[in-house]
């Protein structure tokens, strides 16, 4: 009997009833925790496979343009001039600073 089939068997067990019936087979729960332990590796590639196949997209790195450079951090510095107007900004030590952002 393969690897496959046993671990197979454990949840899904071909055991009839009386009245021909499949039933459920009473299981410990050492034996499910070690169940899942063992196909733990296999449902991960399993997820993985399917994740990777729906990320297809590729990410494009590329260097940002001297004047959008310029532009963020002007964009930077005027936020940081604002909080410090508007008291967002409170000095806690020597080299600390408390910055409540929205």
Known sequence: MNKKSSSHDILNPKKKGKEGKQTMKEMDISDLNQYI?????????????ELSSIKKRRLKYRKRSDDEIEALNRICIEKWKRAEREGKIKRTGKKE???AFD
């Open 97 to 99: 600073l408390y910055y």
């Open 37 to 49: 332990q063992s196909n733990k590796k296999e449902a991960n590639y399993q997820v993985n496979k």
